[in-house]
T-cell receptor, first 117, second 118 residues
Framework: NAGVTQTPKFQVLKTGQSMTLQCAQDMNHEYMSWYRQDPGMGLRLIHYSVGAGITDQGEVPNGYNVSRSTTEDFPLRLLSAAPSQTSVYFCASSSSTGQGYSVYEQYFGPGTRLTVT | AQKVTQAQTEISVVEKEDVTLDCVYE???????LFWYKQPPSGELVFLIRRNSFDEQNEISGRYSWNFQKSTSSFNFTITASQVVDSAVYFCALSEAWSGGSNYKLTFGKGTLLTVNP
């Protein structure tokens, strides 16, 4: 099991460029999510997905798009990069029993460090 | 809205000291989950513990222990006989569980940087 993988590990973009951060998991987890980590801010939820074809916004969704066509993959798209999007991005996944009121731990990828100049 | 407060931004101790990391949470839900994660200098996030709101028993795992008190909305983390390898940022997180099925939106505290000096 590779767990949660993210590519690339590092990326430098110029303002206005677009790119896609890749995330994949091989644990057959239903839930996947994207967080960004900024100094002194902890991790903040960008978007999440409860299954293939279903996505929703988190706390800081502006400037990002997601889609979930398969259980394994959950890419994050930056439409027009801005310096405020300089951050470390983490993808995470979690399983579900399918029963109510159960929330399981999330497994995180190694992160992508993005710099926008 | 849910909120997690880790009032200690940085803590520095000498090896073998005991140290407690505080976590206070706010939620309107009666069913929720609390988590602790460790982020060592290498940057990955490592899951440490998960606790649901119906289970107030304290937990011990080796040198780590957790004290969950609903009366004070706190979920504190204690490291006994700290070691240099414990140096990391520690995050407390909260997830509410909605009726009708599983749901999670993890809300993280801002983290506590623990430095254990030899």
């Amino acid at each position: 099991n590779a767990g949660v993988t993210q590519t690339p590990k590092f990326q430098v973009l110029k303002t206005g460029q677009s790119m896609t951060l890749q995330c994949a998991q091989d644990m057959n987890h239903e839930y996947m999510s994207w967080y960004r980590q900024d100094p002194g801010m902890g991790l903040r939820l960008i978007h999440y997905s409860v299954g293939a074809g279903i996505t929703d916004q988190g706390e800081v969704p502006n400037g990002y798009n997601v889609s979930r066509s398969t259980t394994e993959d959950f890419p994050l798209r930056l439409l027009s990069a801005a310096p405020s999007q300089t951050s470390v991005y983490f993808c995470a996944s979690s399983s579900s029993t399918g029963q109510g009121y159960s929330v399981y731990e999330q497994y995180f990828g190694p992160g992508t460090r993005l710099t926008v100049t | 809205a849910q909120k997690v407060t880790q009032a200690q931004t940085e803590i520095s101790v000498v090896e073998k000291e005991d140290v407690t990391l505080d976590c206070v949470y706010e939620t309107r839900d009666t069913t929720y989950y609390l988590f602790w994660y460790k982020q060592p200098p290498s940057g990955e996030l490592v899951f440490l513990i998960r606790r649901n709101s119906f289970d107030e028993q304290n937990e011990i795992s080796g040198r780590y222990s957790w004290n969950f008190q609903k009366s004070t909305s706190s979920f504190n983390f204690t490291i006994t006989a700290s070691q240099v390898v414990d140096s990391a940022v520690y995050f407390c997180a909260l997830s509410e569980a909605w009726s009708g099925g599983s749901n999670y939106k993890l809300t993280f505290g801002k983290g506590t940087l623990l430095t254990v000096n030899p």
